[in-house]
């Protein structure tokens, strides 16, 4: 027989926030669409709980929050509120369309944030009693988290969290706001909260790591051996500055070292690869090569001894297998004789599901990309997946002709379908991209500003495909394209009309403009 105590805590919750502090990242802004489409894999691959957004933000944060809640199968979709009212309710306006929703709430405790605020010590306890309770009688699932924890005094850390609890909070949330912990002092605090609040027992503690010295995915796991279970984390560590704990990091250690970490988690490890790849790509932030578990290199092996201990077993130099992060075996190669029967496999495969009607467009473009590459790579696929665009677009390039090399200037030669109506122009510039960018600029005149421009190869060689990601942004609105194609300077034209195809639409997000700090001063 199960014993279901034991069962219940080894159970750790998983709580994605890619789509919340995930999206804080300077620059990592997602559609709407695209937001759907992420929560969408988040709740299919077993994420217990989506923090979907924080509504009161912007009108298109509080529709994502919405729109995802009402399509939530399986995880609970929260979003996230300050410690007043009005955020409260919007937060609460926009999950209650969802089978489980949760109002997240927080305020910063420490010293430093007490002073932002202007609350002294009482005024805040009075504060959290306040918008806790106010939480709670709205719904019954009420999370809240006194940000920096790590630097709040700790007989005040106890009396903010029993407040906050007696209240009617049902998870408590300890973040590290700016990655300033360590594994030890992690795990210590929260087993000093456990110890000395009283409650404690009655709710679930939650661990929310930010990756400022590298130690986020071991301060999270720390806190689990100490008695938190749930771990906040993001898709490939995306988040603020150096970004929150790793999704995959936290729980592929989890399995891997289930001897030293028995917990268990309810996530579905062969759709890591996946939505790595698409969280890369729609939020357009690379995934570094060497990073753990999703990054390019982490089953690749290049010298000799290792070659040769892996040919002989596999387990000298692999401590998971490719295919529980949903790696597959490479057993279909791909090429310009390939049919529609293998591309679907493949596409499956590597976690996309084809229609007919979107299998016959992606087959035409395999063909031709096939028809200039030897070999057509699985991150071919992807890439050429993620150049997918909707028929029915604004702007369309239709023929582009470039002129460059040493003798200036560079000279592009554009044809653009601009609503409907074809147009032609000749244009220069400081090299064939920037040629390219003002001719697309004079067939449709607009303020947008080009705030990145960023190339990647895909695969090796001289004839791989670039990935291009471009970001511009009008009126405090960001707008981002991404387009893949063998000739770099056609995938970045492509990429800047698809940026101003989603300006056209109306698909951007307001721009939280950075703050930038340098020690330079
Ligand atoms: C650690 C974290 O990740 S916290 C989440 C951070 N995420 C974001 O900030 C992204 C979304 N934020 C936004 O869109 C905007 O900041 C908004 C809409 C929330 C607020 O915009 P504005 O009203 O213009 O306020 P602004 O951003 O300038 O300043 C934040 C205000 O919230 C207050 N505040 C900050 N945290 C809290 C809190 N937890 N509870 C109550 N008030 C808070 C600040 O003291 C400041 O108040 P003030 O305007 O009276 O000085
Ligand atoms: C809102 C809180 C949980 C947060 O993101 C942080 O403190 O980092």
Known sequence: MTDITTAQQDRVQIFDTTLRDGEQSPGATMSHDEKMEIAGLLDEMGVDIIEAGFPIASEGDFAAVSDIAKNAKNSVICGLARANFADIDRAWEAVKHAPRGRIHTFIGTSPLHRDITALDQDGMVEKIAATVSHARNLCDDVQWSPMDATRTEHDYLCRVVETAIKCGATTINIPDTVGYTAPRESADL??????????????TFATHCHND??????????????????????????????????????????????????????????????????????????????????????????????????????????????????????????????????LRAKMAELGYDLGDNQLKDVFVRFKALAD?????????????????SAGDEHLKVQKLRVVCGTEGPQEAELTMAVGGEEKSIDATGDGPVDACFNAVKMLYPHSAKLDLYQVSAVTEGTDAQATVSVRISRDGTVYTGQSADTDTVLASVKAYVNALNRMHAGQGRANNSALQTSAAG
Do not use: W
């Open 372 to 388: 200039r590459k030897k070999e057509v790579y699985d991150d071919d696929l992807v890439a050429l997946m993620a150049d997918s």
């Open 213 to 342: 010295l590298g130690m986020a995915t071991a301060n999270a796991l720390a806190a689990v051996e100490a008695g938190a279970r749930q771990i906040e984390c993001t898709i490939n560590g995306l988040g603020e500055r150096a970004g929150n704990t790793a999704l995959e990091e936290v729980v592929m250690a989890m399995r891997v070292r289930n001897d030293i970490m028995p917990y268990r988690t309810g996530i579905d490890t062969t759709k890591i690869m996946h939505l790595s790849r698409r969280v890369s790509q729609v939020s357009g932030f690379a995934v570094q090569y060497n990073k753990a578990v999703v990054g390019k290199n982490a089953f690749l092996h290049e010298s000799g001894i290792h070659q040769d201990g892996v040919l002989k077993n596999v387990q000298t130099f692999e401590i998971m297998r490719p295919e529980d992060i949903g790696l597959t075996a490479k057993n279909i190669a791909m090429g310009k004789h390939s049919g529609r029967a293998a």
């Open 190 to 203: 929260i087993r000093m909260l456990l110890e000395r609040v009283p409650g404690a027992e009655k709710i």
